[in-house]
């Protein structure tokens, strides 16, 4: 029992920031083409390395990219990073838009990213176990106990989700970063 344990905070604390997506989820529900899932693994590899050359350091920055769309979170120190960010990430090629969710500040406090990790999972999971809709290819991020939600889906998707995701145990705040199919 006690392996056990350790076992399931290990994959917890592996899982680093709260993330859960595509990978993990059956290639038949994904509604992404093979050139949107490069282009996105891409400006993701991309934006970080340009981020990490510019200001080093001094930023704690999550790079998420779903069909060319760019979710930017965390913290930096002013409002002169996040324009910076923003500026760098949309000179990437093939990145059709920008949520910058950047917060000016200080960081988030350690331990955070545990409870994170367990409100994405539990998301996930209630999003998987939802019989009206599949919600599958729908990407759950979270920091700081807001939930992201990320995909392609119909209003009726989108609204299903979110309200799995507002009535989940920790989540402060639901945003939602979709592309209607209707």
């Known amino acids: 029992m006690k392996r056990r344990i350790i076992l ?8 680093g920031c709260a993330q859960t ?7 038949a529900h994904e ?15 991309t934006a970080k390395q340009r981020i990490a050359d510019k200001y080093r ?51 988030a406090t350690p331990g955070t990213g545990y409870s994170d990790s ?9 999003l998987l176990a939802h019989k009206a809709h599949a919600l599958d290819p729908i990407r759950v991020f979270t920091e700081e106990g807001v939930v992201y939600l990320l995909g392609i889906v119909s209003r009726a998707e989108a609204d ?4 799995i995701a507002s009535t ?11 592309e209607y199919t209707d």
Do not use: C, Y
Request: charged share 25%; glycine share 10%; proline share 2%.
């Open 168 to 178: 989940t145990a920790g989540v402060r705040k639901v945003v939602r970063v979709f």
């Open 118 to 126: 367990g409100i994405s999972g539990d998301v996930r999971a209630r």
């Open 160 to 163: 299903a989700a979110s309200e």
């Open 57 to 107: 350091q001094n930023v704690q920055v999550n790079v998420t990219s779903f069909n060319r769309f760019v979710l930017l979170t965390g913290q930096v120190p002013d409002e002169s990073g996040k324009t910076g960010i923003e500026r760098i990430v949309a000179g990437i090629d093939r990145v059709r838009g920008i949520a910058n969710e950047l917060r000016a500040g200080k960081s």
């Open 8 to 15: 399931i905070a290990l994959l917890v604390l592996l899982q």
């Open 21 to 27: 997506s595509g990978p993990g989820s059956s290639a």
């Open 31 to 45: 509604r992404r083409n093979a050139e949107a899932l490069q282009d996105d693994r891409n400006i993701e590899h």
